[in-house]
């Protein structure tokens, strides 16, 4: 063939195939011609088009555009840059170019060439061309003829258009592996099973193949990536674990991965690291270590788009950059949907790491989802679900650990819609007695060992001992108390106490808790197993109210498993799961230095140990997250399984139980106000009554209280048990006869023992408004005569009497100098007066405001006439009062050590009455000298 400019063939080949249409108008015509390429003179620029064909409806810009668009289609086309021109097959065939394919022309004066295959439009859409060799760049000594390779096209021709046939898919998916590495042998083993049995099939992963063995604190995913890349994955998407780490360590797992990430939701544009990776546009079928929001992946001929969703909690759970974005997942799976549609793709899969309640959601949210490959939530689903609809969804999942592979079967019909599904759960762990389904594929398990090197020393280091086995189990750990959650917080706790000595409380996650440890010896190996996140220990201030509400949220899920649910030292809390979320909380107490357990106070500060990323937020924890917005978080920056291996080895060996301190319970409908049984003047309550009020006590934050029913002479008795359970619960004791009305704080009674209260009415004093009352206490036998904390009174006064309110005072009665003495503080307020003391004896109220007034002397003994009941006043005082004027004010009512005696308030008085005395005396004395010196001198 001469050779000219490539339009006059062009042309030629035009004309040619116009005239034979026109003399034959049934010929089906197909024209390839070796055309010299572009010279050296006409190297294109860029923008130049210099396709010649009309391609699945695009038109070229060729000057002979109309006119091929009327009688020629092509099957080739031609894009130019300003350095090259690429060809791409529209119908590609296995041994030639796919459509990931682009030979590249470079431009060196006429020595390459452009190869076109023209055909008659009748026959574009019922031939089947298949480019099998075109202008390949084979060097001379490898087999090239000459710097115009031949073109081979094949040209099938059928009497009419073969009919769609039903297509069938066997789907493998993983999900959740958290690098279980010991797997992957038996793994190997099932994924090539069934690959030889079915060859249109695909291999998925769901995400989460970051954290949860020591083979990721040693080898950061890489080893798991290692058998990904053998086992030839057709894809995976991102699990919220793959942000455990930093960028740089996403960025290598990506970067030496042999298949493509889908992940339509995440927006990595703006991280400096791993945004290189992410291309906007689906990858066909995408390239090895890039990350695209779909592929689109050729299977016998049928095209299957795939893309991937990750969950938006990502941020809360997990510690991505900051310059990582988390779209809607739901709005994002429609815009993907719609994508691929306007591709042609009927046949579409979603790699899913939300979770199992989501992605059924998801299925009915979005339309044109086929199947749902899922994760996160570790559900086995062992034969799938099928969400139906016009066009069904298929949601499978494995559970975890590579436990199972799951495979599913599916039969599209010529609408791409699935006619038929089988889905299974193909099991990777041995039965019961210790068979397995698979055997290890031994290339993989040298591989596995190789791995398992580095870690066999780490595993051999111990570094304490436990008498118990610690429970770690995932479905344990995050949805209630274990011995190894609270083993975890003491340790917390301990060592934030090497820093901050007022911490007493600890929050430890539950989804940060990974494995058990078996009894006996603890390695360091299992330690790292146990917290593998390497996770700051941290100091927040917390109020009250912001404790409250994180425990709130860390049981809103249950009886769901969630990552959220905390584990705690220095609290104990109760829940009604029948509540509704965030309103199941009921008693919150927490531990006061001196050991004890008192209920919290809302508006109160504490300080509390808990990890950097519960601190910051994670698991949704938002009154934390305030909390560290606001900087009151201080950063110990001590790994959290460094406190623990530190812990250990400081208590070794350690036995920690389960200690109520997570409790699911009803909420007690009962009140905190219970009427004794009284028995010759003596008041008792049982148990069960006691128990119930001091639940109800617990949920009002408020005292139990023990009306005597307007018994004015009585003596109250509770056990040591009882006591107990007040002291516990940081549960005041009001004792209330309608005159009187005594609470006494919880830390009066931390001694212990059965409590005696005696409250005997004395007969009325001069110019009271109020009876008078004498009240003793005994604890554990002995009398309490001085108290650690104030006890309140409160008197009921006679209106009748009172004329000016502002007056009234609380007055106690001084045993030593035999006077009433005002307590300071006293409030008045609907007919009763409230004052607190630290001590107990006689009070009274009078309408006075002087310090001190005298008592009267008609009172004779004072006590009416009546003892206390159940005998003689076990003080033995006396219980006469006399007329005595005293000047004494500002008498103690600090509290001081219980041991001491009442203050004695008489020291004055009897300084005066000595001077007294002496004056007396000397007076005397100077008389009897006078007349003795008189009846000296008669004498003379």
């Known amino acids: 063939m001469v050779r000219v400019k490539n339009r006059f063939l062009i042309i030629f080949a035009m004309i040619f195939a116009l005239l034979v249409n026109y003399c034959i108008p049934l010929a089906q015509i197909a024209s390839a011609a070796d055309v010299n390429a572009i010279s050296a003179q006409e190297e294109p620029v860029e923008g130049q088009v210099v396709t010649i064909s009309q391609i699945q409806g695009e038109t070229d810009n060729s000057p002979y555009k109309d006119q091929l668009e009327k009688d020629v289609e092509g099957v080739v086309t031609y894009e130019v840059?300003?350095?090259?021109?690429?060809?791409?097959?529209?119908t590609p065939h296995n041994n030639a170019n796919t459509s990931e394919d682009r030979y590249i022309y470079n431009y060196e004066g006429n020595s390459q060439v452009l190869d076109h295959i023209l055909t008659t439009k009748d026959i574009a859409d019922d031939a089947q061309v298949e480019i099998l060799h075109l202008n390949a760049s084979y060097m001379e000594e490898h087999g090239r003829v000459s710097d115009h390779d031949p073109v081979l096209a094949q040209l099938n021709f059928d009497e009419e258009?073969?009919?769609?046939?039903?297509?069938?898919?066997?789907?493998?998916?993983?999900?959740?592996?958290?690098?279980?590495?010991?797997?992957?042998?038996?793994?190997?083993?099932?994924?090539?099973?069934?690959?030889?049995?079915?060859?249109?099939?695909?291999?998925?992963?769901?995400?989460?193949?970051?954290?949860?063995?020591?083979?990721?604190?040693?080898?950061?995913?890489?080893a798991d990536l290692y058998f990904l890349n053998e086992l030839k994955y057709d894809a995976m998407t991102f699990g919220n674990h793959e942000f455990d780490k930093d960028s740089q360590t996403l960025a290598n797992f990506v970067n030496e991965a042999k298949f493509p990430f889908v992940s339509a939701n995440i927006d990595f544009t703006n991280d400096p690291i791993l945004?290189?990776?992410?291309?906007?546009?689906?990858?066909?079928?995408?390239?090895?270590?890039?990350?695209?929001?779909?592929?689109?992946?050729?299977?016998?001929?049928?095209?299957?788009?795939?893309?991937?969703?990750?969950?938006e909690d990502t941020p809360n759970i997990a510690s991505p950059s900051k310059n990582i974005v988390f779209e809607n997942a739901v709005e994002e799976a429609?815009?993907?949907?719609?994508?691929?549609?306007?591709?042609?793709?009927?046949?579409?899969?979603?790699?899913?790491?939300?979770?199992?309640?989501?992605?059924?959601?998801?299925?009915?949210?979005?339309?044109?989802?086929?199947?749902?490959?899922?994760?996160?939530?570790?559900?086995?689903?062992?034969?799938?679900?099928?969400?139906?609809?016009?066009?069904?969804?298929?949601?499978?999942?494995?559970?975890?650990?590579?436990?199972?592979?799951?495979?599913?079967?599916?039969?599209?019909?010529?609408?791409?819609?699935?006619?038929?599904?089988?889905?299974?759960?193909?099991?990777?762990?041995?039965?019961?007695?210790?068979?397995?389904?698979?055997?290890?594929?031994?290339?993989?398990?040298?591989?596995?060992?190789?791995?398992?090197?580095?870690?066999?020393?780490?595993?051999?280091?111990?570094?304490?001992?436990?008498?118990?086995?610690?429970d770690g189990e995932r479905a344990n750990v995050r949805t209630k108390e274990t011995n190894l959650g609270n083993l975890i917080t003491d340790g917390m706790v301990w060592k934030m106490q090497q820093f901050f000595p007022e911490t007493t409380i600890a929050l430890q996650n539950g989804g940060g808790i990974r494995a058990s440890i078996d009894q006996g010896e603890i390695t360091m190996g299992e330690v790292r197993t146990v917290l593998p996140f390497d996770n700051a220990l941290v100091a927040i201030k917390l109020t009250g109210k912001e404790i409250w509400e994180a425990l709130e949220h860390s049981v809103s899920a249950y009886p769901s498993q969630s990552g959220g649910f905390l584990h705690v030292s220095g609290l104990k809390f109760k829940f009604d799961p029948d509540k509704p979320a965030g309103e199941r909380v009921w008693s919150v107490?927490?531990?006061?230095?001196?050991?004890?357990?008192?209920?919290?106070?809302?508006?109160?500060?504490?300080t509390v140990a808990t990890n950097s990323f519960t601190a910051q937020g994670g698991d949704g924890f938002d009154s934390l997250r305030?909390?560290?917005?606001?900087?009151?978080?201080?950063?110990?920056?001590?790994?959290?399984?460094?406190?623990?291996?530190?812990?250990?080895?400081?208590?070794?060996?350690?036995?920690?139980?389960?200690?109520?301190?997570?409790?699911?319970?009803?909420?007690?409908?009962?009140?905190?106000?219970?009427?004794?049984?009284?028995?010759?003047?003596?008041?008792?309550?049982?148990?069960?009554?006691?128990?119930?009020?001091?639940?109800?006590?617990?949920?009002?934050?408020?005292a139990l209280e023990i009306n005597l029913n307007g018994k004015e002479n009585i003596k109250i008795q509770l056990t040591a048990d009882q006591v107990a359970q007040l002291t516990e619960n940081g549960v005041p004791l009001v004792l209330a006869n309608g005159s009187v009305s005594i609470r006494i704080p919880s830390s009066v009674l931390e001694a212990g023992g059965e409590l005696v209260v005696i409250i005997s009415k004395l007969a009325d004093t001069k110019g009271a408004v109020s009876p008078v009352y004498e009240l003793i206490i005994q604890l554990g036998g002995k009398s309490v005569t001085q108290f650690s904390e104030p006890v309140t009174l409160t008197f009921t006064v006679d209106k009748n009497k009172v004329t000016k309110p502002d007056k009234l005072n609380v007055y106690y009665y001084n045993e030593h100098t035999k006077a009433w003495v005002k307590l300071p503080g006293a409030t008045y307020q609907d007919g009763k007066v409230t004052v607190t003391t630290n001590h107990f004896t006689k009070f009274t109220v009078f309408e006075n405001d002087a310090e001190i007034i005298a008592s009267d002397s008609s009172d004779n003994n004072g006590n009416g006439g009546s003892n206390p009941p159940g005998g003689k006043n076990p003080d033995n005082t006396n219980s006469g009062t006399k007329n005595t004027v005293t000047d004494h004010s500002n008498t103690g009512n600090n509290p001081i050590n219980t041991t001491n005696k009442l203050p004695d308030t008489s020291t004055n008085y009897r300084n005066i009455l000595l001077a007294g005395i002496l004056f007396i005396l000397f007076a005397t004395i100077g008389v009897f000298y006078k007349r003795f010196k008189k009846g000296t001198k008669s004498t003379h």
Request: hydrophobic letters at 35%; glycine letters at 8%.
């Open 626 to 702: 305030q909390a560290y917005l606001d900087g009151r978080m201080i950063n110990i920056d001590i790994p959290d399984y460094e406190v623990f291996n530190d812990y250990l080895v400081a208590h070794n060996p350690v036995s920690p139980s389960v200690e109520g301190r997570i409790v699911a319970a009803k909420e007690p409908s009962g009140e905190n106000k219970v009427n004794p049984t009284i028995n010759n003047g003596v008041a008792t309550v049982d148990d069960a009554t006691f128990k119930n009020a001091i639940e109800a006590a617990v949920v009002a934050n408020s």
């Open 161 to 222: 258009p073969a009919a769609d046939e039903d297509f069938s898919l066997t789907i493998m998916h993983t999900n959740d592996t958290h690098a279980r590495v010991t797997q992957f042998p038996y793994l190997a083993t099932a994924v090539n099973q069934i690959r030889a049995d079915h060859p249109n099939n695909l291999l998925l992963h769901a995400g989460d193949v970051f954290s949860g063995t020591l083979f990721f604190n040693v080898h950061l995913g890489l």
């Open 334 to 470: 429609e815009n993907t949907v719609s994508l691929l549609e306007e591709k042609g793709i009927d046949k579409i899969i979603a790699l899913s790491h939300l979770g199992y309640d989501e992605d059924k959601q998801l299925a009915e949210a979005v339309d044109g989802i086929d199947v749902i490959v899922g994760g996160h939530s570790h559900t086995v689903l062992p034969e799938g679900e099928v969400i139906e609809k016009d066009e069904p969804t298929v949601i499978v999942q494995t559970g975890e650990y590579l436990n199972n592979l799951g495979k599913l079967d599916v039969t599209f019909d010529e609408n791409g819609v699935i006619k038929e599904e089988s889905a299974e759960l193909l099991s990777l762990q041995p039965d019961s007695n210790g068979h397995r389904q698979f055997d290890a594929d031994p290339a993989f398990q040298a591989k596995v060992d190789e791995f398992n090197t580095p870690i066999e020393e780490l595993l051999q280091e111990v570094v304490g001992n436990t008498t118990v086995p610690l």
């Open 589 to 606: 107490k927490v531990k006061t230095t001196g050991g004890n357990f008192k209920p919290i106070e809302l508006d109160q500060m504490y």
């Open 275 to 311: 945004g290189k990776y992410a291309f906007n546009e689906p990858g066909q079928p995408g390239d090895g270590g890039n990350i695209y929001p779909a592929i689109i992946k050729e299977i016998n001929g049928e095209q299957v788009g795939i893309f991937g969703l990750t969950t």
């Open 81 to 90: 840059d300003n350095n090259n021109v690429y060809m791409q097959s529209t």
